[in-house]
């Protein structure tokens, strides 16, 4: 049964008449009280009341509308909570709009695995999730999940989905032959000059330039040679697109006739029927998305949400609406055809297959990649 | 005996109650967030994301020991220059046309300079790759009448962004001329006609001086708004063509290295501001004011 602030005090009184409580404590107690009446506003009370939505931050695009289709809606159908979606074209953007927002503000974000987690783990944006609460986690991929549990033993993110960014081509213009002939070499071939895209991605940029220059990418030994291999790509390009709605367009509308690209994004201009093809070169940079819950947010209502999602039904059901391979370990889930025949699929549960970034090795160097990419593409 | 202190209509009291709102505003949306980003210029940048209050002057040594950031403030102050150059020759005529006219409905000329900020300035922005791009309106018609093989490189590059930022600020400039035309008193041009002036001279000897403020005010906007601008270089630029404002942003955004984003923030504040400062000191401001207000 609750207690009013009535029926406190009168106890509070009573007590205090029977010598049971101090005249001091008494006090303290009633101005403690009396503070919290005073200071008990409207909006405390909504504040204070039941969670009726969440927020979610994702990518946009192709990838959000299979989220927001295939699991958001069929989740505020079944629990009548609502998620309130927000996207970005770039996660540095939306962690730049945590930084400056209440805690709570941004709950749920799509986030871009490992690298990007270690940020959120420096800017003290973390949670604590309550691995109990999400009982689909048990069909999680484990190699996906090790990664984040070296960064923090309890976890702030699930891993969601993998892909990789390969090689998209206009097969219009490059046949599947000299594509899978060249590989990641067709991003500085002179004979595409003024017609070759890239991802306005430091990680990307240094990733394809150490493949080009025969380097381990999770071990460069000569940055000179990467960074001269960068501007001959730059000095090739056309356009370094930021979204993935922008690569999209600048390939559908043949502005860039290659690029390196996501591979959902890319299967999403082939169901559409446009002349693009992919490979995963040999190295390809895999890369794994996590549901990320930020500090602040309701924990429950975001795990119980993140549990639905990786419900098998509703993973599959995403995974082939957005093109990427789910993190359901297919030695333990029966996955579709469909998925199976995705770019970067893994059914080995494994993950050997696939390339990743030493979160370690690419934290060390970030910020100052960062900042020598951002010259380079602005021409420096 | 006591004295009564009554209100009269011009009481400074009442003038400082009536600005009192408006200040506060002032104080706590701009001169407050000026103050902290000026605050944020001597904190340190520890690793993306993450900066400490420990004082230091580092990034204002970075800012004026590397010149890559001098030569980006170079390039913008002349595209901001060029494209308000460009704006002033643009826009002095339409405005002229629309003061000069007979039209009966001139208010209907006016409200087409005013219909184009009905549309989102980004999806302004966006339409020129439709119409510049190698399968845009230009390229298309050009390669099927036969005038051209392979498509014309419009896009991506300095101009494509200069096009965009006249697109953007040219209703700006017509407006601020064409109110300051329209303060002109016509008897003025007909005396001078009256005094033998040709049409050409009473336009040079008369008019053209008396709408100078007017010119001045847009040369002013144009220049501030466009040496500002970071949407238009991004979508219709390449990495090359990028402006000061860009810089601000990847700095702030994709390195999330605040200290220095604070810098250089207000670096461009403090350049910009330098040129307001400079026009005010000689033109006033009230006639950009005219012109904003109509």
């Known amino acids: 049964m609750k207690l009013t602030t009535t029926k406190r005090l009168e106890r509070l009184h009573d007590r205090h008449a029977n010598g049971d409580l101090s005249r001091r404590t008494f006090l303290t107690l009633t101005a403690a009280a009396a503070a919290a009446a005073g200071l008990d506003m409207p909006w405390m009370r909504r504040a204070l009341a039941a969670v009726q939505e969440v927020r979610f931050d994702g990518w946009g695009g192709t990838v959000q509308d299979a989220i ?19 996207t970005f074209g770039d996660e540095d953007e939306i962690i730049t709009k945590i930084k400056t927002a209440k805690p709570g503000d941004y709950q749920v974000i799509h986030s871009s695995g490992v690298n990007y987690y270690i940020k959120y783990v420096n800017g003290g ?8 609460n999400i009982p689909n986690m048990a069909n999680v991929l484990q190699p996906m999940i090790e990664p984040f549990r070296k960064l923090t033993p309890k976890l702030s993110a699930v891993p969601y989905d993998y892909g990789t960014t390969g090689i998209a081509y206009n097969t219009k213009v490059i046949s599947p032959e000299e594509a899978k002939e060249k590989g990641a070499a067709l991003l500085l071939d002179k004979k595409y000059a003024g017609k070759v895209g890239g991802y306005d991605d430091m990680t990307t940029r240094v990733w394809y330039a ?11 030994k000569d940055m000179d040679t990467i960074w001269a291999k960068v501007r001959e790509t730059r000095d090739l390009a056309k356009k370094f697109w930021s979204s993935g709605a922008e690569l999209m367009d600048l390939l559908s509308k043949g502005e860039i006739v290659v690029t390196d690209a996501w591979s959902g994004r890319v299967a999403a201009l082939q169901d559409q029927g446009q002349p693009i093809g992919y ?41 082939e609406g957005q093109s990427y391979p789910p993190s359901l370990d297919p030695t333990k889930v029966k996955l579709t055809e469909k998925i199976e025949k995705l770019p970067a699929f893994d059914k080995t549960g494994t993950m050997k297959s696939l390339t990743f970034a030493d979160p370690t090795y690419w934290a060390t160097n970030e910020d100052a990649w960062t900042k020598q990419w951002n010259r380079i593409s602005k021409g420096a | 005996m006591v004295m009564e202190r009554r209100w009269t209509l011009y009481d400074p ?31 340190t940048f520890v690793t993306a994301g993450v900066e400490t209050s420990a004082l230091t002057t580092a990034n204002w040594h970075e800012f004026f020991t590397d010149s890559y950031y001098s030569g980006f403030l170079l390039k913008t102050l002349r595209v901001g220059a060029i494209t308000a150059l460009l ?15 007979t039209f009966r409905h001139k208010w209907l000329l006016l409200l087409l300079l005013i219909v184009p900020f009905w549309i989102s300035f980004t999806i302004r922005t966006f339409s020129w790759i439709n119409i510049l791009g190698e399968q845009g309106v230009i390229n298309v018609a050009l390669i099927k009448f036969g005038i051209i093989n392979e498509p014309l490189p419009m896009l991506y590059n300095e101009g494509a962004v200069i096009l965009g930022m006249l697109h953007f600020l040219l209703p ?39 709408s100078l403020p007017g010119l001045a005010a847009g040369l002013l906007l144009c220049f501030v708004l466009a040496a500002g601008s970071y949407v238009t270089p991004q979508l219709l630029g390449s990495g090359r063509d990028a402006l000061f404002g860009n810089l601000i942003y990847d700095t702030i955004m994709g390195e999330l290295n ?6 250089l923030s207000i670096v461009l504040f403090v350049v910009l501001g330098f040129f307001a400062a400079v026009y005010t000191r000689y033109m006033g401001m009230s006639q950009i004011v005219k012109g904003l207000g109509g």
Do not use: H
Not at chain 2, 13 to 42: E, K, Q
Not at chain 2, 182 to 189: C, M, Y
Not at chain 2, 258 to 263: D, E, S, V
């Open chain 1, 68 to 86: 927001d289709k295939y699991a958001f809606q069929p989740y505020t159908a079944k629990t009548k909570l609502k998620v309130v979606q927000g």
């Open chain 1, 125 to 132: 944006l973390t949670s604590e999730i309550n691995e109990a």
């Open chain 1, 210 to 220: 150490a493949l080009a220059t025969g380097q381990d990418p999770n071990n460069i």
């Open chain 1, 279 to 319: 490979l995963d070169p040999a190295g390809s940079y895999a890369w794994m998305e996590d549901m990320l819950i930020l500090k602040g947010s309701p924990m429950a209502e975001c795990e119980e949400l993140i549990n639905f999602m990786l419900d098998p039904a509703t993973s599959i059901a995403v995974a």
């Open chain 2, 13 to 43: 009291r009442l003038a400082w109650m009536l600005v009192a709102p408006v200040l506060v505003l002032l104080i706590f949306f701009l001169v407050l967030p000026i103050a902290v980003m000026a605050a944020y210029t001597f904190f």
């Open chain 2, 87 to 101: 704006c002033g020759v643009l826009g002095y005529f339409p405005a002229y046309f629309i003061w000069a006219t």
């Open chain 2, 172 to 210: 700006y400039m017509i407006l601020n001329v064409y109110v300051s035309l329209e303060g002109i008193d016509r008897t003025l041009i007909s005396a001078a006609r009256s005094m033998g002036c040709t049409s050409a001279q009473a336009f040079r000897e008369v008019t053209l001086p008396l």
């Open chain 2, 258 to 263: 605040w200290p220095m984003g604070a810098t």
